[in-house]
C-alpha cells in the first residue's frame, strides 16, 4: 500500500487520516512517512547489495532530526555541506566515520568542525581547499582523510539551477587538474588522499549522465591506482530523480546494475549520497484553503503555504501533485497560490486542481525533499510545523514558528 493513500473518504499518511493531523497541529504542516524513508533507504541500499557500500543521506534534502534519528538507526552514513549540517547530524546520532563533507567554500572554522569529529572524508572541491586543510592538520596536529571531488563535464540534463558536474559550474575539480593535484600531494603532509568523489546533479531522470560520468572518475581511480594512490572510496553522489508528475525514473537497482561493472572494476568501497530518493516521496505539506478567488478568467486558490513554505515552484517551476485531503473528486482549473507579496508565489500554476472551498485543506506530494530545508521567513511568515507519522501514530516534529521566533537576536540599538 502506498505510504499517502485514499482509505474511509479520506487521505492517509500510514494509519493516520491527514485530517486528524491537520485538524490537531494546523496548516500549513509538513507530514513525513516514516515507512516511506524507511523504504526509499532500503531500496537504495539493496540496490548496491554485493558491493562493499555506504548510502550517505544528503542532509540538505531535509535535515529534521526525527529525519535524521530515521535514517541512522537505519545505518545510513551523511553527506553534509555545512558546519550547521555537522552539528544536525551528531545530535542526530549518527556515528562520525560515516560523515562525508562536501561544498566548494567550507571555512576554516567548518573544516575545524570536521576534523574535531574524525569524519569519514572531506570531498575537498580545489587545490586551495586542500592547501588550507593541509596547513589546519598542520597547525593542530591532526591528519585529514580526503577525497578529491572531480568535476567530470557531464550533463545531467537536468534544471539549471540543479546541475553541478558541467565544466562551467562552480563544483569540482576537472578530472586532468585533479591528477596533477594529486601528484602534487606529497607536498601536503597532513592529508591523505583516499578517495574521489563526484555529484553531477538533481533530479537526474536518465541513466545516461550517470554511466558518462562514472566511466570519466572510474577512469580516474585506475590512473590514480596505477601510479601508486592507494584509492579506497569512490562516491558517485546523489541525485537519482523521482517522478514528480509522469517522468519514467530510472530504479535504484536499475542505476546500480547500469554502473556496477565499473564499480566493481575500482576496488573500492562505494559511497553514494542521495537525498531528493530517500526524503522527496516521504513527505506532504499540508495547507488550508483561505480564500476562492476569481479574476477575469483566471480562478485562483489562495492558500495559508506559499513560496517561503515551499520553494521549488517558484524557483524551479518545479510540479507538485496536489489532492484533496478528504476525498473529492470535483477538479477545477486554478492556480494554487499563497499570501506572499510576489506573484511568484505559486504551487501550482494554471492546473486541474481539487475544487476546494475555504476551510479545506490540501496536500501538496513529494514535498519531503528540499521543502522544509529550503524554507524561509520571507513577508515575516513563521516557517510551518513538521510531523512525523508512523504507523498509526504521529508525533509533532518540529513546533510551528511563532512571532516572536521571527525577531529573535535582533536587537534596537541605544541611538535609536
Ligand atoms: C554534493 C551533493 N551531494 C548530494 C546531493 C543530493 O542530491 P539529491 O538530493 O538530488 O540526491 C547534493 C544536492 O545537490 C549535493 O550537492
Redesign the pocket.
Known amino acids: 500500500m502506498d505510504d499517502f493513500h485514499y482509505e474511509g473518504g479520506g487521505l492517509r499518511c500510514e494509519g493516520v487520516p491527514l485530517s486528524e493531523i491537520a485538524a490537531a497541529a494546523g496548516t500549513p504542516t509538513y507530514v513525513y512517512s516514516h515507512a516511506a524513508l524507511e523504504r526509499a533507504y532500503t531500496e537504495l541500499d539493496s540496490a548496491f547489495s554485493g558491493l562493499d557500500h555506504l548510502v550517505c543521506y544528503?542532509v540538505?534534502?531535509n535535515g529534521n532530526l526525527a529525519v535524521l534519528r530515521a535514517l541512522a538507526a537505519l545505518g545510513a552514513g551523511a553527506?553534509i555541506?555545512s558546519g550547521g549540517e555537522l552539528y544536525r547530524v551528531m545530535r542526530a546520532g549518527f556515528d562520525p566515520k560515516k560523515v562525508v563533507f562536501?561544498?566548494v567554500g567550507k571555512t576554516e572554522q567548518e573544516l575545524m568542525s570536521g576534523l574535531g569529529e574524525r569524519i569519514l572524508l572531506f570531498?575537498v572541491e580545489s587545490a586551495s581547499e586542500l592547501e588550507h586543510l593541509d596547513r589546519l592538520c598542520a597547525r593542530f596536529g591532526k591528519r585529514a582523510r580526503v577525497a578529491l571531488?572531480v568535476n567530470p563535464d557531464v550533463d545531467a540534463g537536468t534544471h539549471d539551477h540543479?546541475a553541478?558536474g558541467r565544466g562551467r559550474d562552480k563544483?569540482g575539480i576537472p578530472v586532468d587538474e585533479a591528477l596533477a593535484l594529486a601528484e602534487r600531494v606529497e607536498d601536503y603532509r597532513c592529508v591523505d588522499l583516499i578517495g574521489i568523489?563526484q555529484?553531477i546533479?538533481?533530479?537526474?531522470t536518465k541513466l545516461t549522465p550517470y554511466t558518462e560520468s562514472v566511466e570519466r572518475s572510474a577512469g580516474l581511480v585506475a590512473e590514480l591506482e596505477t601510479r601508486g594512490f592507494d584509492i579506497r572510496y569512490f562516491n558517485i553522489?546523489?541525485?537519482?530523480?523521482i517522478p514528480y508528475k509522469d517522468e519514467e525514473t530510472p530504479t535504484p537497482k536499475e542505476l546500480v546494475d547500469a554502473i556496477r561493472p565499473m564499480l566493481e572494476a575500482t576496488g573500492t568501497k562505494i559511497l553514494c549520497?542521495?537525498?531528493?530518493?530517500?526524503?522527496?516521496g516521504a513527505g506532504v505539506l499540508m495547507t488550508s484553503v483561505i480564500y476562492r478567488k476569481k479574476s477575469g478568467e483566471k480562478s485562483f486558490i489562495v492558500a495559508d503555504a506559499g513560496m517561503n513554505d515551499l520553494l521549488r515552484p517558484s524557483l524551479y517551476d518545479a510540479h507538485h501533485e496536489v489532492l484533496s485531503v478528504d476525498e473529492d473528486g470535483s477538479v477545477a482549473n486554478a492556480d494554487l497560490v499563497g499570501p506572499v507579496c510576489e506573484s511568484g508565489d505559486y504551487l501550482a500554476r494554471d492546473r486541474e486542481l481539487p475544487d476546494a472551498s475555504e476551510g479545506d485543506v490540501l496536500a501538496i506530494m513529494d514535498a519531503g525533499?528540499?521543502g522544509f530545508s529550503m524554507a524561509s521567513n520571507y513577508n515575516s511568515r513563521p516557517r510551518p510545523g513538521e510531523v512525523m507519522v508512523k504507523g498509526d501514530s504521529w508525533a509533532v516534529v518540529r513546533e510551528r514558528e511563532h512571532s516572536a521566533e521571527l525577531v529573535k537576536g535582533e536587537l534596537v540599538p541605544a541611538f535609536l
Do not use: P
Open positions: 544528503a540538505k534534502a553527506d555541506v562536501a561544498g570531498n571531488r540543479v553541478t563544483f568523489h555529484h546533479g538533481s533530479q537526474i553522489g546523489g541525485g537519482l530523480g549520497e542521495m537525498g531528493r530518493y530517500i526524503a522527496g525533499a528540499y
